[in-house]
Structure formats: structure tokens, C-alpha cells
């Protein structure tokens, strides 16, 4: 973090000092007219942007802002898919320009805005491969990772899309299990990119573990009042953390790290709490560490501005007791594995839900703007 960052006094910013960078889970076209994230990245040490069709639906449906590039791509005659890629793209290059000096100050170590492909082809290898690499070239900016979930059909995108050096976050991860193929793809396509003779400095990559859906769907299965309800989603992270670092060191990894590999860092998603019960902050105070990411949506971002604390690295604290806690869930009669498969395919399927979800928006709103 700059001097500058730091005379804030931010506690935002202050995730920084313990080597966890926090990203903006939020993209809109006001935020970067008006100047909103400018300042967030200036006064409080946001270090990255992610994006969603979620998102931009709330964005679109919200307000005006796109109204005069729609109506130019309406006049056109653009397809409805085509109106929301030439918008987002518009949107991710501005964030991506934004990004840069962070991205050039910190030597590439960080400063990336995230674009997703189409949910919809989460089940379909070569499709997402085709989009990838069609996002990246269109955008063709250092600044940017293009979103891949972890699902079966998407361990082989990440494995290429690194060998062939394009940076990516992996979504949609929610077990340690996934969480290994995630990294063992990643470690095959440096090793892969570096036997061509390629460059693995010049990428970057984030796994991204999502946490507060695993309480949701822990705490369902679990009896009112039971001690591990409210345990599961800070324990699991806490072991993908523990498997993070044991991965990334030994034998296999030095190699690559003399050849200029940086780590895939563990990225904390869906880091709002659902609860109202739990604090507001529970999912960033528990897992501050180096080498990690914590997405935060508008509201942790107004929770921690208003009484955020953070003051020392607690990722790695009391993980003895986290492994025991996702033991102690199958004596309590719940499947762990069960509960992670659950949140990945209705993860998989929200997500698809949601790009529908925009498309239907914005060929709503063309249809007004021809009728005028």
C-alpha cells in the first residue's frame, strides 16, 4: 500500500498492510463518470474490480446511464446479446484504463477488473474457450481476467487459457476438492507456458472460493441453535487457505516461481453476510491474510467505512479447529460434500438465471426506445 493510501486511514486500505487486496464487487457506468471509483481506489486501497450479469442488470434496470449507447446499438440494429457485450465491454475497458497505474505501480502483482463469459455455457468446454479468448482479445489489456467457473467442463479453459498466457478467475468454487483440480490445472498450464518459452509474469490469476452460500446451506441442514451453525463457511476457507500454501511451495512450485510464476491467489467471494444474525463483517474479519483477495460488495464496503477493524491476519487462526468443525458437521447428520455440490449447481444455475436475466432487461428497454 502507497504512503498515500495509508495516510488515510481507511480500514479498508488497511487490508492491504496484511497482504490482502480488496477488490470492488461492483461495476457501473456512473461509478466511473462520477468519479466514485476513482476515489475508492485512491482513498481506499481498492486494488480490483469484479463483475457480474447481476450486477449489471441492477445497474441497467436502476437507471439511465446506458440509455444513449443503447439507443445508437438499437439504431444499428444489434441483437439484444449484442447490446449487452458491446456495454459491459465499454464498461471493463474504462475500469481496466482505470486500473492501470495500479497494475503498472505494483509490477502486475495486481490491479485486474473481471468480465464473465456467458454463464450459460458452464457445461460447455469449448464454447467457454471460444469466448475467453475472444474477451481477451477484444479487451486486449494487461488489467484484465476473464471469469471461468470451476465446474468439470471448465478445468480444461483454465488449464489452456494459462498455457497460452491469459490471465483468469476461476468462480464458483465452494470445495476443497474442486478447489485442488482448480490449482492443479493452473500449476499444469504454467508448467506448460513455461516449457514453450512463455512469460507467466506477464499473468495473473485468482481462485475464487465462495463463502457466505456455505452457511447458508450448513446452517439449513442443521438444527436451530446447534454451535456449528455459522461455522462451516469461515472453516472451509480457512482449509482452502491451508491447501493454498501447501501447493504453492515445494518442489513442483519453486521452478516455476524462479521462472517468474506468481501464485494463484485465493480470492473471498459472496463475502457479504446473508445472516442477519452474524456480523456484518464476519467474512472479511476471519479471513485476512497475505496472498488473498476479498471481493466486497457495496454493503461490506459501507460496513467496514463505518465500523470495520482490522487489525492482524487471522486466516490461518485456529485452523486445527476449522478441520474439526467440518468433521464435527457429519456427526451432526450433515453432508459436507453434499452441501458443496448443491451450492455449485444452484450457484451454476443463478448464475445463468442472471444473464438471462439481463438480456431480458435490455431487450425490454430497446423495445421502449423503438416505440418512441
Request: proline residues 5%; contains cysteine; charged residues 25%.
Amino acid at each position: 500500500m502507497t504512503s498515500s493510501t495509508a495516510s488515510t486511514g481507511s480500514p479498508i486500505a488497511r487490508l492491504n498492510d496484511f497482504g490482502q487486496s480488496p477488490w470492488y464487487d461492483n461495476v457501473r457506468r456512473l461509478l466511473i463518470t462520477n468519479g466514485d471509483l476513482a476515489r475508492l481506489l485512491h482513498d481506499h486501497g481498492i486494488r480490483g474490480v469484479t463483475s457480474n450479469p447481476s450486477i449489471f442488470d441492477k445497474a441497467i434496470s436502476s437507471g439511465d446511464e446506458y440509455d444513449p449507447q443503447l439507443r445508437e446499438l438499437v439504431a444499428e440494429g444489434r441483437s439484444t446479446d449484442e447490446c449487452y457485450w458491446e456495454m459491459v465491454l465499454r464498461d471493463i475497458s474504462q475500469v481496466a484504463d482505470l486500473l492501470a497505474p495500479i497494475h503498472q505501480r505494483l509490477d502486475g502483482r495486481d490491479g485486474f477488473v473481471s468480465i464473465e463469459v456467458d454463464p450459460r455455457l458452464a457445461r460447455d468446454t469449448a464454447g467457454t474457450l471460444r469466448q475467453l479468448r475472444e474477451l481477451h482479445t477484444r479487451l486486449d489489456r494487461p488489467t484484465v481476467m476473464v471469469k471461468v467457473p470451476a465446474t468439470p467442463e471448465g478445468l480444461p479453459v483454465i488449464e489452456e487459457a494459462i498455457a497460452e498466457g491469459r490471465s483468469v478467475n476461476v468462480t464458483l468454487i465452494f470445495s476443497l476438492a474442486r478447489y485442488g483440480e482448480v490449482i492443479e490445472a493452473y500449476l499444469r498450464g504454467l508448467e506448460r507456458l513455461v516449457a514453450a518459452g512463455g512469460d507467466p509474469s506477464k499473468l495473473g490469476s485468482v481462485a475464487s472460493f465462495f463463502v457466505s452460500r456455505v452457511d447458508t446451506e450448513a446452517d439449513r441442514r442443521l438444527p436451530e441453535g446447534h454451535p456449528l451453525r455459522g461455522t462451516a463457511a469461515v472453516a472451509n476457507a480457512k482449509l482452502a487457505y491451508r491447501l493454498f500454501q501447501q501447493r504453492f511451495s515445494g518442489e513442483r512450485w519453486e521452478p516455476l516461481a524462479a521462472a517468474g510464476a506468481r501464485v494463484q491467489r485465493p480470492l473471498w467471494a459472496s463475502t457479504s453476510t446473508k445472516n442477519p444474525a452474524y456480523s456484518d463483517t464476519l467474512y472479511v474479519d476471519e479471513l485476512i491474510g497475505p496472498d488473498t483477495v476479498n471481493t466486497l460488495a457495496p454493503a461490506s464496503i459501507e460496513a467496514l467505512h463505518d465500523h470495520g477493524d482490522p487489525q492482524r491476519d487471522t486466516i490461518m487462526r485456529d485452523v486445527d479447529e476449522a478441520a474439526e468443525q467440518i468433521a464435527g458437521l457429519a456427526g451432526a447428520g450433515v453432508d459436507f460434500d453434499d452441501v458443496t455440490r448443491v451450492i455449485e449447481e444452484e450457484g451454476v444455475a443463478a448464475f445463468s438465471a442472471s444473464h438471462i436475466q439481463v438480456l431480458e432487461t435490455i431487450a425490454k428497454r430497446a423495445d421502449e426506445m423503438r416505440a418512441r
